[in-house]
């Protein structure tokens, strides 16, 4: 199994301030084919289920604020908020969809400084 | 729209068996793999493994190979995740979600108590 690792497990930032989250994979996700690396960020929030943030490492979803930004390829990956905002508190997770089992990471936790 | 819709709340006991239903709309129901992912109390996800209804192909993450059945119902659209007996371990969330991982369902919250 590709094994997910995330960096920090929380973190908490000022309203306004800049969030990066790593993720680093055991094996690299690229498909040579495309060039893309099969990499999910999400957002959960207590009582719901994770929300596509951003896919291949680095298309942010439709609706998603373009504070949210996804950066990376093969096996190093980096959520960046630019500008935290109080709405933005949540567990945050990457997981590949390179190869079964699809795996995440342990999960980052943002809150506010 | 798509939609993925799973079953209630169930409160069991050990060693009895369980089935959870994710029902689903608004798309080809056999065109797309559909996944379920456990997230424990308080604890991250975990991918358990995906079927494709189009010919019931199934993967199992290897953690929960032998442990649950993932099956569908083509006529009706719907996915389901299965124990023939459950421990007070399998206590948790399950999601099922659509192969792009972009529709999820609300979730299904299983307790298992004696």
């Known amino acids: 199994d590709i094994v997910m690792t995330q960096s920090p497990d929380s973190l908490a930032v000022s309203l306004g301030e800049r969030a990066t989250i790593n993720c680093k994979s055991s094996q690299s996700v690229l498909y040579s084919s495309n060039s893309k690396s099969y990499l999910i960020w999400y957002q959960q929030k207590p009582g719901h289920p994770p929300k596509m943030l951003i896919n291949r490492a680095s298309t942010r979803e439709s609706g998603v604020p373009d504070r949210f930004s996804g950066s990376g390829s093969g096996t190093n990956f980096t959520l960046t908020i630019s500008s935290l905002q109080a709405e933005d508190v949540a567990l945050y997770y990457c997981q590949q969809y390179y190869d079964i089992p699809y795996t995440f990471g342990q999960g980052t936790k943002v809150e506010i400084k | 729209e798509v939609q993925l819709v799973q079953s209630g709340a169930e409160v069991k006991k050990p060693g009895e068996s369980l089935k959870i239903s994710c029902k689903t709309s608004?798309?080809?129901?056999?065109?797309?793999?559909i996944g379920w992912v456990r997230q424990m109390p308080g604890k991250g996800l975990e991918w358990m493994g995906l079927i494709y209804p189009g010919d019931s192909d199934t993967r199992y993450s290897p953690s929960f190979q032998g442990q649950v059945t993932i099956s569908v119902d083509k006529s009706i659209s719907t996915a389901y995740l299965q124990w023939s007996s459950l421990r007070a371990s399998d206590s948790a969330m399950y999601y099922c979600a659509k192969q792009d991982l972009r529709a999820w369902g609300q979730g299904t919250l299983v307790t298992v108590s004696s």
């Open positions: 608004g798309y080809i129901f056999t065109n797309y793999w």
